[in-house]
């Protein structure tokens, strides 16, 4: 009896199914707090959440996949945060939306995904905009734009989880579309739709399965140097600096400050050349470019590490069109563009130089570009 209610109460009082997906970036890593271009998609990896009001003016979420301390409950007023990391991810959408003048009401909610954790697939980038959506499209009739639910989904991890980031991921999570790949303009906002034609090749992500936790916060450091060199150049960020500008003041900055900022302003033309390729269906053009910012991350940047390093040794060492880290770095995976007739060889490969070195293998995902936030329909 008790198994009859509940089936028959959740085919009347249903909740609505709302879903966001993680992201890829082909090339474009760290450019995007810098103003400057990143060439990001969706990908078939979502989080998925179901969400019904629930006229109490709180919120009560169940997170299937995490197994301990799991269930969260709060108010929606800015004293009411609550204390897990990962509720505050929604907490926040929830505030964010509030401050811009939108309504939130309570609402139960259970989530759950397949977005890698750790693998800089940006899981909260979709967690964050899959909330986003719901909260727009529930409670405020989607008076807010994608664009604007990826802004809320950045002020989120600003203001609530302490990270200073760009707007690529949340971007990305947002607006994907199904086979393409998105240029966007992280000053202007502008965007636009490529479409990935990969005719005898594959997008395959090499997971290592390593995420080295550091003491203090690298991504806000590396952050803060790109500031300093913008300002001491009398600029906003630096995506009008050039390589002159910073040749101009390289004795009055710090040597690690230098090589952030050269990175950064070597990779804003590498995301344009990218772009340039793949309308020319040039994939040589597109691999050179993402062994050429590997590089610049490991050595300029300094946030690969030793594992990561050695994937994209193995990929170059087996032919590989392309390969890079990808995310924000100290784990994660590669990004590689394979011919087909490698792809097999190259997986068979990895997993075994890299199991024979580490203990472990790596987990193997080939991309599928899909859609961003949506509703799932019946």
């Given at each position: 009896?008790?198994?009859?209610?509940?089936?028959?109460?959740?085919?009347?009082?249903?909740?609505?199914?709302?879903?966001?997906?993680?992201?890829?970036?082909?090339?474009?890593?760290?450019?995007?707090?810098?103003?400057?271009?990143?060439?990001?998609?969706?990908?078939?990896?979502?989080?998925?959440?179901e969400?019904?009001?629930?006229?109490?003016?709180?919120?009560?979420?169940?997170?299937?996949?995490?197994?301990?301390?799991?269930?969260?409950?709060?108010?929606?007023?800015?004293?009411?945060?609550?204390?897990?990391?990962?509720?505050?991810?929604?907490?926040?959408?929830?505030?964010?939306?509030?401050?811009?003048?939108?309504?939130?009401?309570g609402?139960d909610?259970?989530?759950?995904?397949?977005?890698?954790?750790?693998?800089?697939?940006?899981?909260?980038?979709?967690?964050?905009?899959?909330?986003?959506?719901?909260?727009?499209?529930?409670?405020?009739?989607?008076?807010?734009?994608?664009?604007?639910?990826?802004?809320?989904?950045?002020?989120?991890?600003?203001n609530?989880?302490?990270?200073?980031?760009?707007?690529?991921?949340?971007?990305a999570?947002?607006?994907?579309?199904?086979?393409?790949?998105?240029?966007?303009?992280?000053r202007?906002?502008?965007?636009?739709?490529?479409?990935?034609?990969?005719?005898?090749?594959?997008?395959?992500?090499?997971?290592?399965?390593?995420?080295?936790?550091?003491?203090?916060?690298?991504?806000?450091?590396?952050?803060?140097?790109?500031?300093?060199?913008?300002?001491?150049?009398?600029?906003?960020?630096?995506?009008?600096?050039?390589?002159?500008?910073?040749?101009?003041?390289?004795?009055?900055?710090?040597?690690?400050?230098?090589?952030?900022?050269?990175?950064?302003?070597?990779?804003?033309?590498?995301?344009?050349?990218?772009?340039?390729?793949?309308?020319?269906?040039?994939?040589?053009?597109?691999?050179?470019?993402?062994?050429?910012?590997?590089?610049g991350?490991?050595?300029?940047?300094?946030?690969?590490?030793e594992?990561?390093?050695?994937?994209?040794?193995?990929?170059?060492?087996?032919?590989?069109?392309?390969?890079?880290?990808?995310?924000?770095?100290?784990?994660?995976?590669?990004?590689?563009?394979?011919?087909?007739?490698?792809?097999?060889?190259?997986?068979?490969?990895?997993?075994?130089?890299?199991?024979?070195?580490?203990?472990?293998?790596?987990?193997?995902?080939?991309?599928?570009?899909?859609?961003?936030?949506?509703?799932?329909?019946?």
């Amino acid at each position: 009896m008790e198994n009859k209610i509940k089936a028959e109460f959740n085919k009347h009082f249903p909740g609505t199914m709302y879903a966001s997906a993680g992201r890829i970036n082909l090339i474009g890593e760290h450019t995007d707090y810098n103003g400057g271009f990143v060439f990001p998609g969706a990908i078939d990896k979502c989080i998925m959440a179901e969400v019904k009001p629930n006229g109490l003016g709180r919120v009560r979420v169940y997170a299937i996949d995490i197994p301990e301390d799991n269930y969260a409950e709060f108010g929606l007023n800015e004293e009411d945060a609550p204390a897990q990391q990962w509720a505050r991810y929604i907490f926040g959408v929830c505030r964010e939306v509030i401050k811009r003048g939108g309504k939130v009401e309570g609402f139960d909610a259970a989530f759950a995904g397949n977005v890698p954790l750790g693998a800089g697939l940006s899981s909260s980038a979709a967690l964050e905009s899959c909330f986003a959506f719901a909260v727009n499209d529930l409670f405020n009739e989607n008076k807010f734009p994608k664009t604007e639910l990826a802004k809320i989904g950045q002020s989120t991890e600003h203001n609530y989880c302490g990270v200073n980031c760009g707007i690529m991921d949340q971007f990305a999570s947002c607006m994907g579309k199904k086979d393409h790949l998105i240029r966007l303009d992280c000053r202007s906002m502008e965007y636009e739709y490529y479409p990935m034609k990969l005719d005898g090749y594959k997008l395959v992500l090499v997971d290592s399965r390593v995420k080295h936790e550091l003491v203090d916060s690298p991504y806000n450091k590396r952050r803060e140097s790109c500031e300093r060199v913008a300002k001491k150049l009398g600029l906003d960020t630096l995506r009008d600096a050039t390589f002159e500008d910073l040749e101009r003041i390289k004795g009055e900055i710090s040597a690690e400050d230098y090589q952030r900022a050269h990175f950064v302003i070597g990779e804003k033309q590498r995301v344009l050349d990218v772009c340039d390729a793949l309308v020319k269906g040039d994939l040589e053009t597109v691999g050179e470019r993402m062994y050429q910012t590997h590089e610049g991350l490991s050595k300029e940047y300094e946030v690969s590490c030793e594992e990561l390093d050695f994937l994209n040794d193995l990929a170059k060492e087996y032919g590989v069109t392309g390969s890079r880290i990808m995310g924000g770095g100290f784990g994660g995976c590669t990004i590689n563009l394979v011919k087909d007739d490698l792809h097999d060889k190259f997986i068979e490969k990895a997993k075994a130089e890299f199991k024979k070195k580490y203990g472990h293998e790596p987990k193997i995902y080939d991309v599928v570009l899909s859609d961003g936030a949506h509703k799932v329909e019946e």
